[in-house]
Structure formats: C-alpha cells, structure tokens
C-alpha cells in the first residue's frame, strides 16, 4: 500500500512523462529523484529535442539532482519513474547509488507503444563475439596505463 507521499512523488514524475509528451520534446517518460521528502532532480525524455540518446527520463532527472546535490552519488534518495527503467537508465541508476526506485508502468506496457528494449538486454546476456553491434578489443596493454595511474594516484576519489 502506498502512502500519499509515494502517490505525490510518482503523480509528479508521471505529469513529467505527459508534459514530455505535449510538448515534443521527447517520449511518453518522466521521473524525479526525492531526499528526505523533497523533490531535488526532475526529469523528462529529451531524446528527440536534445538529439541526445541518452537524454532519457533519469538520466535527466539525476543529472539535475546530482547537480543540486553538488555530489555523483544519490544515496538516500529515491527515484520516482514513470516507467520500467530501461538497461541504460538502470545503470545509472545503480551507479547513482539511491536507496529505491519506485516505477509505474512496465517495460511491456511501453513496448506495446514502441519502445522495446528487449533486443538489448538479449544482447547483454550474448558473447561480445556474438553480439548484433560489431565489438572489436584493441590496444589493451597500452590503455591498461590509465588504470595503473588511477591505481598508484593517492587523492583518488573513489566511487
């Protein structure tokens, strides 16, 4: 059972997603990121008016709350979504590091509207070999530098 400050916090990540919708800016998804109560990121998709693809609901809205945070991390935060993250939101969203993630549609619901990201979490599961998107490794022992110089730095900050 939800209490009325879930239904608050989702109402507003879902008027997100309609107002996306009305204004052309992008697909039918909205979400808010939310610390101790209070609403600190908004976001809508901005795919199509950005030319951004990775401009989508989340990622906006913890860009914005990140940025009003003035830290990369999210912890005890919530994020409120109005659909299913897809794999790429949910990855910054465990990156993000927030406490819960309440959504409201399903990613089926937004693949009967043509947004299926089916094929991708196909491909995750596939051998790098055996993927649709052509992956070719080069160069390793040269770009292996940077991570030896990220490991000996001693004012790292790790995250």
């Excluded at 990855?91 to 959504?103: D, E, L, M, T």
């Excluded at 619901?109 to 990201?117: I, K, M, P, Q």
Aim: some cysteine; glycine content about 8%; proline content about 4%.
């Amino acid at each position: 059972m939800q209490n009325s400050k879930e239904i608050e916090f989702m109402k507003a990540a879902i008027e997100l997603a309609i107002e996306s919708v009305g204004s052309g800016r992008g697909g039918p998804f909205g979400a808010v990121v939310v610390k101790n109560g209070k609403i600190i990121g908004r976001g809508n998709n901005r795919v199509t008016s950005t030319n951004d693809p990775t401009a989508h609901a989340e990622v906006t809205a913890i860009r914005d709350a990140c940025k009003n945070l003035g830290h990369y991390q999210l912890d005890g935060c919530e994020i409120y979504t109005s659909c299913e993250p897809c794999p790429m939101c949910l990855g910054a969203i465990y990156w993000a590091r927030p406490a819960k993630i309440y959504y409201a549609c399903t990613k089926e619901d937004a693949s009967e509207v043509g947004f299926d990201d089916a094929f991708i979490y196909n491909e995750i599961e596939l051998p790098v070999e055996e993927r649709n998107l052509k992956t070719v490794q080069i160069m390793r022992q040269e770009a292996l530098a940077a991570f030896r110089d990220w490991q000996a730095k001693e004012d790292r900050l790790e995250y």
